[in-house]
Structures are given as C-alpha cells and as structure tokens.
C-alpha cells in the first residue's frame, strides 16, 4: 500500500515513517503498549475510544537496516517494513504477531443459481468493500477472545463477525455477525504471547478469524484510518490491562446497583409498580431496583411522564426510596416531532438533530412514531441532554436505562449519509453510527454525575469500545430459551474480556415465555454476573421471581439472598475492576492460563478469582461435569467436600442447586441478609476463610468500603483492609488495614474459618473464645489496624 519504507524521524514517542507513497506513524503508548497509524481520511484521530490517554515516556531505540526500521522497547521488540508490514517479537526473539504476507484466498461460496434460494428467503453472505485491511499469520496454537457482545463460543476462532450496531429482535443466534455493540477488539492468547489489537475504526468493520483462510486472521474497514493498538500480554490479564489504559476502566458504582434489580416491559400504572414493590417485600425477596420502560411516558416523549398512569411521580419514587427500591426509568434517543413538545421545540430552534445533506432534519420512526434524532456527537447538544437529566433526577429517579440508540429506527436503516456535526466538522452517519450509543451514555453519565453528584447509574444497549467509563451493558433482546441461557455465559465472558466489567443479561430472557425451570437456572447465574436484571417483554407471562410455583419462587429466594450476602465480594471485585480493567465475570483460562482444558470451556466461569460457578444450562439436567482447573483445590460450596484441580467431577444438581466451588484458601467476604442496600447499617465485616482439608495454602484478599455511593473515596474516603492467610502446620491469618480514610469503618470483624478443628486461637498475642460451626470455628473481634490470629 505504501511503498518501500525510506526514512523515519523521532519526536518524542511518535515515529514518523516515509514511504514511497505516504506516511506512517508508530507511537510507544507503553513499553507493550504501540500504536499503528496510517491517516487515509483524516490527519486527526477524534477517537471515541480513547480519551485522554497519557502517554508515558518511556525508553526506546531505533535502527533502519536495509528497509527495516526496528523499534526496541523494553517489552518488545517491533520490526517495519516496506508497505507498512509489521512483526512484533519479545524479547527472547520470538515472533508474537506477524503480518501475513501471502496471497488472500477465501473459500469459495458455491451460489449457484443463488436467485433460487433468495426466493424462499435465504440470504447469500456479503463482504465488505474493504478500504483498510490488515491480515496476521495465524498459528495453530491460537486461540482468540474479545470482541465485545457476541453469539457463539468463547474462543472465536473460525468465527467472522462485522462491527455494525444493529437492533434485530429476531432469536439472537450463532449466524448472527452482528449485534448492538460495537467493540473492535481481539485477545489473541497464547501460553506466554498473549496480545490484543483494538483496531479504533468506527466505520463498519469486520473481523474474521480463520474462517476465510485458516492461514491468516484479519481486520478490515469500509472507510476511516488504519488506527490500531498491538498490546503486548503476556498474560490474558496484562492484555486487559493495557486495553483499559487505552480505553478506561469501569469506575466503581454505587453498591445498590449489585443487588437484585426488576424490570419488565411494563410495569404501568403506579398501583401496578407499588404491588411489585409490596411483594418483593411481603414475600422476603430482596430487591434493591424496580425499572419503567417506556409505557411511564407521555405518548413516548423522552423527558415526561403520563400523568394518567403515573399521577404523582415525585410522590411514588419518594415512598418506594422509603422502602428501599430506587427507581430507574428508560429514555430513547427518539425525540418525538411534535411542535409544542418541549425537548422537540428547543432541539429544532438550536439545530440539535441530524439533518440530511441538504440540512434538513432528518425523520424516521421510533416507539413515538415520527422521531429525530440528537447529534450526540456535538458538545454543545451532549450538554444540552445532560442538563436534560435534571428533570429525571429532580423527580427521584435513580439511574437512566438508555435503549435503541444503535439507533434504531422502524422507517428502514438511517442512510449512511444523515449528516452530523462534530463541533464545526459535518461527519456522516457512516463513520458515526457505531458510536451513536456511546455518546448518548456519555451525556447521561455526564449528566447524572452533575445533577446528583452520585456515581451515576446509566445502562446502555449500543456502544462502542470504551463504554465501560461510561454505562453498565445489556446485552438486549435476548429469549427465554436454554439456548439464550447457555449463550450467556460465553458472552459476558468476552464482554468481560472486553473492557466492560459490569454487564448482564436479561435474567429469564426477554423474548418468548419463560418457565419456573429455566427461571430458576437463569437466576442462579444471575446471582453471579455483575449486573443482575430480571426482564421481560410485553405480551411474554410473568416472570417475577414468585410468576410460577413454589420451588420457583424459593430458588430465587435462595440465590438472591445468596447475592446480597455476597455483596462486599461484588463491591471488591468492582473495585479491582476500577483499578485494574479486570471483568467480575472470567473465563477459567484467564487464572489458569497453564492448563490447557481451561482454554475453552463455555458452560462455567470464575466470578473473581475465588469462586467457581458451574451453572445447568439444559432443560431436565439432574447432574453435570465439573471441571476444576489444576493447580489448586476446590471446596464445594454446599457440601464442603474438597477436590484436586485438574479433574472432571460429576455433580448432582437438583433443581436448588448451582454447583459452586470456592477456591481452597480463599476469603469472602459477607454482608448479613438486607433486603436492600442500606436497609442495615453494617458494622460487622464478616470474613469466611476456606482452608484446605489437606494443602498448604498461601493467599491474600483485599477487603474494600467506603460510602458505596459519592466520589469521596477519590480523595481517600474509604477503607482497605489487607487480608493475608497462610496455612502450615498452623494457620496464621493477618488483617492489617492499609488505608485508613472512611471514619464510618466496620466496629468488629467475624471470622468464620472452615476446615479448622483447632485447640486455640490466639488473636494479637491473647486466647480467644470460639465456638465450633460445622466443620470450621467462628469468633468475633474488635476491628483494629492490625490484627494477627494463629490458629492451632
Ligand atoms: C427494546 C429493549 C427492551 C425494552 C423495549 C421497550 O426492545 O431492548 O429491553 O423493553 O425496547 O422499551
């Protein structure tokens, strides 16, 4: 494409490169960290993805030998040539990612008289018409993850999938290429050469890994730059690590919004929403969020109420936050045409909507029927829509649930030229459409932030790479089936992968009608996946925890009791999510990257590092396989029963029951049962130890708190507690808090340690009272800085 490579100059970490026919740029972002430029439509990045990233000075050197330029960071080593071909190595010289230099030779799709097939409705498969392309060698041992929402299985090689947010009600399946999110980024694992590539190109794009040619793996766009990010592992967890440098992690949210939450396409009018309430309450279910979908509106205007069905909302939310539920309600990016509507009239005088190309405001059709759209890619109207947020927050709403901004629309797909307007720069639908959604939820976060000065709660359905800053993700119109089950968790595992650590799905599924089975299975993994929402469509039947028998209803009980206890756990792994980019929700192989069976397994995954759910995702099942990675041992949850990783165990599993293995040594942390946030105030930090029957364990937990809900603990408002267990011929546990900000901090501390028949316990140098539980002891401490227990 470019020509022989000629010359290069350095300023600062940006490489310029001159080649025959234009310019390359290559800029070390981290020694593992380098980005590939080439601008083929425009000089600057106006990147949606990545926003003020630092790029750190970092040591590197250069050399040009014969045509090749080689750039040696400390990690890496990345070798250019002619045409902008580019290898990477490490730095024991071997080759991690390689440009495929062979011919391109896709399989051949024999169509025949393909009219035929047309008329009965089949579709023939299209490619793209590729402007940017870049194909890797691919090897054998390659396994590939990522890439945001997808259907079909946890590794994706064999797969090719297109990045296009699309809204298509119809049964989510393993054809489907393309879903509402757009995350053009792939994990390309190898034991020991891990990298990923985020390839920043909003445009429509695609992927294909394999399926076209088993030699190569590919990346292409219709239009935009080549702009992408080779990030150096070489551990799956440092690949995540780097992608959220570059795109951000998800900040930490406010604790309420990891209990149970309750929607349902609709929940009108209000008595119908305070009888929900009632009997969350009345029937012992815990429940922290009840959602309105868009039946709450005034004929579908965003920003309103119907006041028939809702005839004092201020008073309503009012009198569900005294009993606990906040409330989150639904807003479209549709803003309905109708001269008189607010929202509409001051949108229209300003020129805040998309136009067509002759600058007049462009209409299709949403739920209010005639609808336009915000240019969410101007400031000025992200702000207007943030201030927007005020009227919802003024009323008592808690959280904004943002929908259909792939956008959708029922008039037919927006044409790819709907101008919009980037502060003075006319960019067309094309080049926005994947980030449409992204830039609505940045307004509402923005906004939320402001009028509450809370952690803002925003769920979105589209987005692109990056969103986690922004908005949890559902994982939208999925169906009550076991396929959609099953799919779920191979899913969110990549979502996870994907930067976006707090994400879900629909808990019963939305489509179709579910039954007390499968709800029972569904809200056991529910329990387990960070965003925990049961919805449900209009027209489907009840699916409340109690909508079907008595065993339904106790199994949700169970399992949403379970989560509430495991509330400090979620919040901790949030924390760590902030920090470190890493998802709640993970595939085995991510802790266990040395064994080989972990590298595609679907049916279960880690909910942080220490627990291991191994859900039934079949209709009927009265028993499954279990595989326990190697390398450490495993404690049924239920039974206590102990077992060498590196096996497959048979595990019965009655319809109550989610097998669920605690990694042995581990600690958990548990609150006491709520039936919402907030509804006790928790002095007491309860630590569950599980000490191995028979090992040696050594392992370390971080305990967080803070006020779970302002951005104090950005200025050191909030508590850590360090948590180190060693088990030897004793056990010596020690707490030692490692910051000390939040004066509201935990009185006691319980610990219950299991597998432990001990004669004494010595806490700080003095014996200790403790009484015999199960097959474990349990005592109650003050909670001091540093505390240090030997059990014997
Ligand atoms: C879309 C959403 C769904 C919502 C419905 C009505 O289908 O994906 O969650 O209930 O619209 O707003």
Known sequence: MLGKLLSYNVEENKIKVAFEKGEGYITVIKSGIINFFVPLLREEKLSKAVENLTVEKCEFNTTLKDEVLTVSTEEINVKIYSDFKVDVYDKAGSLLCEDYRGKREPFVRRAGDFKLAEDEGHELAKDLKDKVYVAKTMEEDMFFYGMGERTGSL????????????????????????LYKSIPFL???????????????????????????PNYYSFASVDGNLDYYFIYGPSVKEVIKGYTHITGTTPLPQ????????C??????????????????EKDIPCDTLFLDIDYMDGYRVFTWDKNKFENPEKMLKELKEQGFKVVTIIDPGVKKDTGYKIYDEGIKKGYFATDKDNVVYVNKVWPGDAVYPNFLSTEVRKWWAENQKIMTETGVSGIWNDMNEPASFNGPLPDDVMFNEDGLKVEHREIHNVYGQLMSKATYNGLKAATGKRPYVI????????????????????????????????????GLSGVAFCGTDVGGFGFDCTGELLSRWVQVGAFTPLFRNH????????????FDETTEAVNRKYIKLRYKLLPYFYDLMREAEKSGLPVIRPLFLHYENDSNTYEVNDEFLCGENILVAPVIE?????????????????DY?????????????????????PIYIKAGAVLPYYPEQHYVGEKQIDTLELQVFLSNSDETSSKYISYEDDGESFNYRDGVYNEYEISVEKKEVTNINLVKTHNGYTLAYKDIKFTVNNAEPTEVIVNGEGCAFEKVGNGVEFKITAKDDINIVIR
Not at 264 to 281: C, D, G, I, Q
């Open 460 to 495: 979105t359905r589209a987005c692109y790479a990056g969103i986690q800053k922004y908005s949890t993700c559902w994982t939208g119109d999925n169906q009550s089936t076991w396929e959609h089950l099953r799919m779920s968790l191979p899913m969110l595992m990549n979502l």
């Open 536 to 547: 449900s469509s209009m027209g489907t039947r009840d699916q409340e925890p109690w909508a």
């Open 155 to 178: 590794n994706k090689r064999g797969y090719h999938y297109r990045n296009w947010n699309t809204d298509n009600p119809n049964p989510h399946g393993e054809t489907f290429e393309q």
């Open 619 to 635: 209709q009927g099942r009265k028993c499954r396989v279990v595989y326990l990675p190697k390398g450490d041992k495993w404690i």
């Open 255 to 262: 604790l309420w919004t990891l209990g149970y939450q309750q």
């Open 187 to 213: 994990i390309n694992f190898r034991e020991n050469k891990s990298f990923g590539l985020f390839f920043d190109n909003t445009f429509e794009s695609s992927f294909d890994l394999g399926k076209e040619n």
């Open 638 to 658: 239920w039974t206590g029963e102990e077992f060498d990783g590196g096996q497959n165990i048979i595990r019965e599993t009655p319809i109550d029951l989610c």
């Open 264 to 281: 349902r396409w609709s929940y009108t009018p209000e008595a119908r929403v305070r009888e929900l309430a009632k009997n969350f309450r």
